[in-house]
């Protein structure tokens, strides 16, 4: 999880977003009754079942298919839906555990030195949006890995992708981009934000 | 005066002055002639004009007005506006034994192009309302003809679509509006302008300028009615604030409105944070300020303000 240069920057994973099937139908009121942990939400059409370990939320719809979200890494997605799938089996239903897939991840890395946007957007330009007004950030879209990279002024990085492995890719890719449009570091007593 | 070449019968006969085959004719419109620049000669008469209708002012019984020839063409925007619209008749014979009128329906003109005609008057509308000058009217309505013909963003409101059209038109002229002031004479929210916004540079495959805190100094002040040197000074504070980075990761809209709060308390007309925050739409310029100036480097521009406000 280190981007190959002479510092390892820490790409720190937050959130992983899975999908999974049952493969059966579900009954969203049995669930809400006599399941623990959780939460019904008729209005929407699904229950929210959350797992203390690994720290899942979990959308279950009556259709079968369920939304994790919440893990730090892909395995504990995994791990998390399994644990999932085997508590709606032990509520009465048949269920089969299929089509698992990591659909999102969101990863956080921390540059160490402050970054200059607005060099940074003349630099990449059709690439890197930067709208003040809008976000405080500049949104650099990588369109063959699929990640969207949102880098603010401070020098922190939250990327999101499809996999984890793109992810880094995406880290590695545009640092070297940042490390070009760095500021120089200033006297700390002189930025002191209150 | 007209040479054509019809050597080989495929080139179409084109209007030169025999004394310079190379000058490029002037149009005079309201003659209908077309002039050569170089020597003054009338080389084509009676050219068709596109304008507005050309009307007969002659004799004051002008009930009836046998040259009306119709409404001006918009060829950029339109797909040639050729269609016939019935009005309401005014004799008696007009209306039918119930007392409607026969030919009800005025028929509806080129209904693809309705929503479009539709959305520049609401352009209209909107740039009027902020005196926007007919160039980025035109802009606006070119870029709402490309996104609209594209059908990319189609389920968007057109509304929102106009209002994005129109803030990128600012930008493009270099004569940005922000967010909230486009709002202000919209009915859609900053997000949905901002969502179009995006979707829109994307759809076109432009880009456009970042803004700066420059390009709202002058606005800003004049609707305050602050002096000129009091937005001078403005403008070098907000610039040497930026260049210094005092303010990282802040909109160049709040920058612009502290540096005006610094510079009209540092003069005689002083402005209310209220005051300031109101035209600028921003929130909380207090703590801008203090960010900015609890900083050692503003000693150095403190001075070069006060002599602003003094010369």
Same mark, same amino acid.
């Given at each position: 999880m280190d981007s190959g240069n002479d510092e390892a920057l820490d790409i720190i994973i937050t959130n992983v977003v899975a999908t999974f099937r049952t493969r059966c139908h579900l009954n969203l009121r049995t669930i809400a009754l006599e399941g623990i942990n959780v939460i019904y939400k008729p209005e929407d059409g699904k229950v929210l079942m959350k797992l203390r370990k690994p720290k899942i939320t979990a959308s279950i719809w009556s259709s079968g298919k369920i939304i994790c979200t919440g893990a730090t890494s892909e395995d504990q997605a995994k791990v998390g839906a399994r644990r999932l799938a085997r508590c709606l089996q032990k509520l009465g239903f048949k269920v089969r555990f299929s089509a698992f897939k990591v659909v999102n991840v969101l990863a956080v890395c921390s540059m160490p030195f402050a970054i200059h946007l607005i060099d940074f957007t003349k630099n990449n330009r059709p690439i890197a949006s930067y709208e003040p007004e809008l976000h405080p950030a500049v949104t650099y879209r990588i369109k063959h890995l699929r990640a969207t990279c949102q880098i603010f002024s401070t020098g922190s990085l939250t990327i999101t992708g499809p996999n984890v492995q793109n992810v880094a890719t995406a880290v590695e890719q545009v640092y070297p981009l940042l490390y070009e449009c760095q500021k120089p570091l200033r006297k700390a007593e002189g930025v002191s934000r209150e | 005066m007209a040479s054509t070449s019809r050597k080989d019968g495929l080139t179409l006969p084109r209007v030169t002055? &025999?004394?310079? &085959?190379e000058a490029i004719l002037v149009e005079d419109y309201r003659a209908g002639d077309m002039i050569c620049p170089e020597c003054g000669l009338v080389v084509g008469d009676r050219v068709i004009d596109v304008g507005s209708e050309w009307r007969t002012f002659s004799n004051e019984k002008a009930l009836k007005d046998p040259s009306r020839v119709g409404d001006a063409q918009n060829p950029l925007l339109? =797909? =040639? +506006?050729l269609t016939t619209m019935i009005s309401k008749g005014? =004799?008696?014979?007009?209306? +039918?034994e119930f007392g409607n009128s026969k030919y009800q329906n005025r028929r509806t003109m080129s209904s693809s192009d309705r929503a479009m005609l539709n959305a520049f008057k609401e352009i209209s509308t909107m740039a009027d309302r902020i005196n926007l000058p007919r160039n980025i009217i035109d802009r606006t309505n070119n870029l709402f003809k490309q996104v609209y013909e594209q !059908?990319?963003? !189609?389920?968007?409101a057109n509304d929102a679509i106009a209002s994005a059209c129109l803030y990128i038109a600012c930008r493009q002229e270099g004569v940005p509006r922000t967010f909230k002031e486009i709002c202000a004479v919209s009915r859609i929210s900053k997000k949905e302008i901002g969502r179009c916004f995006k979707l829109i540079l994307k759809a076109l495959e432009t880009s456009v300028d970042l803004i700066t805190t420059g390009d709202f100094m002058s606005r800003f002040c004049s609707n305050l009615g602050l002096p000129k040197q009091v937005q001078m000074a403005a403008t070098f504070i907000a610039r040497k604030a930026v260049e210094l980075d005092l303010v990282p990761g802040r909109s160049p809209i709040s920058v612009a409105a502290a540096a005006i709060y610094m510079a009209s308390q540092a003069s005689a007309e002083k402005k209310t944070q209220k005051e300031i925050g109101d035209i600028a739409g921003v929130a909380d310029i207090s703590s801008l300020t203090h960010q900015s100036t609890s900083c050692p480097s503003c000693e150095e521009k403190l001075p070069k303000v006060v002599f602003f406000c003094c010369t």
């Amino acid at each position: 999880m280190d981007s190959g240069n002479d510092e390892a920057l820490d790409i720190i994973i937050t959130n992983v977003v899975a999908t999974f099937r049952t493969r059966c139908h579900l009954n969203l009121r049995t669930i809400a009754l006599e399941g623990i942990n959780v939460i019904y939400k008729p209005e929407d059409g699904k229950v929210l079942m959350k797992l203390r370990k690994p720290k899942i939320t979990a959308s279950i719809w009556s259709s079968g298919k369920i939304i994790c979200t919440g893990a730090t890494s892909e395995d504990q997605a995994k791990v998390g839906a399994r644990r999932l799938a085997r508590c709606l089996q032990k509520l009465g239903f048949k269920v089969r555990f299929s089509a698992f897939k990591v659909v999102n991840v969101l990863a956080v890395c921390s540059m160490p030195f402050a970054i200059h946007l607005i060099d940074f957007t003349k630099n990449n330009r059709p690439i890197a949006s930067y709208e003040p007004e809008l976000h405080p950030a500049v949104t650099y879209r990588i369109k063959h890995l699929r990640a969207t990279c949102q880098i603010f002024s401070t020098g922190s990085l939250t990327i999101t992708g499809p996999n984890v492995q793109n992810v880094a890719t995406a880290v590695e890719q545009v640092y070297p981009l940042l490390y070009e449009c760095q500021k120089p570091l200033r006297k700390a007593e002189g930025v002191s934000r209150e | 005066m007209a040479s054509t070449s019809r050597k080989d019968g495929l080139t179409l006969p084109r209007v030169t002055c &025999p004394n310079h &085959p190379e000058a490029i004719l002037v149009e005079d419109y309201r003659a209908g002639d077309m002039i050569c620049p170089e020597c003054g000669l009338v080389v084509g008469d009676r050219v068709i004009d596109v304008g507005s209708e050309w009307r007969t002012f002659s004799n004051e019984k002008a009930l009836k007005d046998p040259s009306r020839v119709g409404d001006a063409q918009n060829p950029l925007l339109n =797909g =040639g +506006d050729l269609t016939t619209m019935i009005s309401k008749g005014t =004799g008696a014979a007009s209306f +039918d034994e119930f007392g409607n009128s026969k030919y009800q329906n005025r028929r509806t003109m080129s209904s693809s192009d309705r929503a479009m005609l539709n959305a520049f008057k609401e352009i209209s509308t909107m740039a009027d309302r902020i005196n926007l000058p007919r160039n980025i009217i035109d802009r606006t309505n070119n870029l709402f003809k490309q996104v609209y013909e594209q !059908k990319s963003l !189609k389920g968007r409101a057109n509304d929102a679509i106009a209002s994005a059209c129109l803030y990128i038109a600012c930008r493009q002229e270099g004569v940005p509006r922000t967010f909230k002031e486009i709002c202000a004479v919209s009915r859609i929210s900053k997000k949905e302008i901002g969502r179009c916004f995006k979707l829109i540079l994307k759809a076109l495959e432009t880009s456009v300028d970042l803004i700066t805190t420059g390009d709202f100094m002058s606005r800003f002040c004049s609707n305050l009615g602050l002096p000129k040197q009091v937005q001078m000074a403005a403008t070098f504070i907000a610039r040497k604030a930026v260049e210094l980075d005092l303010v990282p990761g802040r909109s160049p809209i709040s920058v612009a409105a502290a540096a005006i709060y610094m510079a009209s308390q540092a003069s005689a007309e002083k402005k209310t944070q209220k005051e300031i925050g109101d035209i600028a739409g921003v929130a909380d310029i207090s703590s801008l300020t203090h960010q900015s100036t609890s900083c050692p480097s503003c000693e150095e521009k403190l001075p070069k303000v006060v002599f602003f406000c003094c010369t």
